[in-house]
């Protein structure tokens, strides 16, 4: 049968893979085909994951992505032990609530290395030669977050909006390559992110009117993947510097 998003071999570097819409992501690519390299640093979680994936030939590293000068020679590591990359999916990322008081440098950074800096180096990492195959498709989980205010939430939304941004770029400097970039921007996904939501402010105002104006209701993780896994894929050939926005309505209302 025909099958437009096919991953048939297609190596796959996942960040974050050990929860959430990593996991979703790389047991997805792995029902499509695709041979998937997990990174995060809960062990026993990849494990966990690296058990529910379809197919073989996949593997796992535990790597804090905080370090990001070390970015570099772990992508050297793991291309020399799993060869070239077709596709980079960035779905790490940290929450952050912060009141503008308690928002010092340090805070900043700490979210902007796991979400954005880190972002940023490993596709820095992975575009050099002999490190991916032809047609490299990125995708990065970004979030509605960088387009709609809200109070406390200014490192998230402003790690998310320099993704977004990054991509615009990148795509451009990057085509002649044969690779694209793109983001994804969810709203809210039941996730641990979610539940870590839920716990900080799941009685407030300002959650009760995000979730009716979210008027699809919550999001799971595949709707997301799903959409991830047609931009690896050879069938979204044609899109690259997209933020391509999965909110179950909200920002439209
Ligand atoms: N859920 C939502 O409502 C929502 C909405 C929009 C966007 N997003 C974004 O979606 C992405 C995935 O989040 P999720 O919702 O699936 O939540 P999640 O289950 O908490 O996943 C986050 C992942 O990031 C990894 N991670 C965190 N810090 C890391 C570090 N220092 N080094 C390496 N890996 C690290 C975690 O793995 P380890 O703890 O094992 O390291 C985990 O696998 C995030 O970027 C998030 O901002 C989420």
């Known amino acids: 049968m025909f099958n437009m998003v096919d991953l048939t071999d297609k190596k796959i570097l996942i960040t974050g893979a050990s929860s959430g819409m990593g996991a979703e992501t790389a047991r997805l690519c792995s029902k499509l085909g695709a041979k998937i390299v997990m990174a995060a640093r809960r062990e026993e979680k990849l494990i966990e994951v690296e058990k529910t994936l379809e197919g073989s030939g996949h593997k796992y590293y535990v790597f804090d992505l905080s370090n990001v000068e070390q970015i570099e020679h772990f992508i050297k590591q793991i291309v020399s032990e799993c060869g070239a990359l077709d596709g980079f999916v960035h779905s790490a990322g940290?929450?952050?609530?912060?009141?503008?008081?308690?928002?010092?440098?340090?805070?900043?950074?700490?979210?902007?290395?796991?979400?954005?800096?880190?972002?940023?180096?490993?596709?820095?990492?992975?575009?050099k030669r002999n490190c991916y195959n032809s047609g490299l498709s990125i995708v990065g989980i970004s979030s509605i977050a960088s387009?709609?205010?809200?109070?406390?939430?200014?490192?998230?939304?402003?790690?998310?909006?320099?993704?977004?941004?990054?991509?615009?770029?990148?795509?451009?400097?990057?085509?002649?390559?044969?690779?694209?970039?793109?983001?994804?921007?969810?709203?809210?996904?039941?996730?641990?992110?979610?539940?870590?939501?839920?716990?900080?402010?799941?009685?407030?105002?300002?959650?009760?009117?995000?979730?009716?104006?979210?008027?699809?209701?919550?999001?799971?993780?595949?709707?997301?993947?799903?959409?991830?896994?047609?931009?690896?894929?050879?069938?979204?050939?044609?899109?690259?510097?997209?933020n391509i926005v999965l909110d179950g309505g909200r920002l439209s209302s």
């Open 94 to 127: 940290i929450g952050s609530t912060r009141p503008l008081k308690l928002l010092k440098p340090n805070v900043l950074k700490a979210v902007m290395d796991v979400n954005y800096f880190s972002f940023v180096e490993i596709i820095r990492s992975i575009t």
């Open 147 to 242: 387009q709609q205010g809200n109070q406390t939430k200014t490192a998230y939304s402003a790690s998310k909006a320099a993704m977004d941004a990054t991509v615009r770029c990148l795509a451009k400097e990057l085509h002649r390559n044969k690779i694209r970039v793109n983001t994804v921007n969810p709203a809210l996904i039941n996730t641990d992110i979610y539940q870590e939501f839920l716990d900080n402010s799941g009685d407030s105002e300002d959650a009760k009117i995000i979730m009716s104006r979210q008027y699809m209701g919550l999001g799971e993780p595949i709707d997301v993947s799903n959409m991830i896994a047609y931009l690896l894929s050879d069938a979204a050939k044609f899109i690259t510097g997209s």
